[in-house]
């Protein structure tokens, strides 16, 4: 059973615009979320986060949102840029049990 | 440099044999963790560890061993009874210490059978 999901495979935007990534998990003992960045062949890198007392994070660019009552988060990437082409993971912590889970990941395109 | 090292970068395997991934890390992190990827799907938690000679089972543990005898290292052997070996191995670490923090990871291993 896939306690985090992100449903979307794959996402193109133009350069410029916003990219909205969405994740949802269902074990509501997650208590802090991550994002990942990740290309082929490599290992991820991490992007951003949140703990599950706050709703919202920002860093730059990268903005991630938390529902905590619908168990979806979402990342927000304002303007989007050709070098944000990648594979974004989205990642959920249990601090009970150290249990670290990922998401399918979604694939990233920003077209120039 | 403080990081995390896995190696070797590629790994080849017949049919039938046991493999070792290695997996170094001198960030003195307390927890380590050992993720599969396959094609077109997610990272899938295999095993992972919070502490020295402690490891517990992920979601895809069978076929697989790991050991924990010291802090810096978490081996992953794939063993013949996996069914499904090739793919690209990662390895991770974080603090525990500090609840709220990320995972740092390696710069994976592909295995492929041979």
């Known amino acids: 059973d896939q306690q985090v999901k992100q449903n979307s495979p794959s996402l193109s935007v133009q350069e410029g615009r916003i990219s909205i990534l969405n994740c949802d998990y269902t074990n509501s003992m997650f208590d802090y979320f991550l994002w990942y960045k990740k290309y082929p062949a490599e290992g991820p890198t991490f992007l951003i986060s949140?703990?599950?007392?706050?709703d919202k994070n920002e860093d730059g660019r990268f903005t991630v949102f938390l529902n905590k009552s619908a168990k979806h988060l979402s990342l927000h990437i304002v303007p989007s840029q050709p070098g944000d082409s990648a594979v974004y993971f989205c990642a959920a912590s249990d601090g009970n049990t150290g249990k670290l889970i990922f998401g399918q990941g979604t694939t990233l395109q920003v077209k120039p | 440099d403080g990081g995390i090292t896995q190696s070797p970068k590629y790994l080849f395997r017949k049919e039938g044999q046991n493999v070792t991934l290695s997996c170094e890390q001198n960030?003195?992190?307390?927890?380590m963790y050992w993720y599969r990827q396959d094609p077109g799907q997610g990272l899938r938690l295999i095993y992972y560890?919070?502490?020295?000679?402690?490891?517990q089972k992920g979601d895809i543990a069978e076929g697989y061993s790991v050991s924990r005898e010291k802090k810096e290292s978490f081996p992953l052997t794939v063993t013949s009874a996996q069914k499904n070996p090739t793919a690209f191995y990662l390895c991770?670490?974080?603090?525990?210490?500090?609840?709220?923090?990320?995972?740092?990871f390696g710069q994976g291993t592909r295995l492929t059978v041979v």
């Open positions: 949140i703990s599950s007392i706050k």
């Open positions: 960030l003195n992190h307390d927890a």
């Open positions: 560890s919070q502490i020295v000679n402690d490891f």
């Open positions: 991770a670490s974080s603090i525990i210490h500090k609840r709220y923090t990320e995972a740092f």
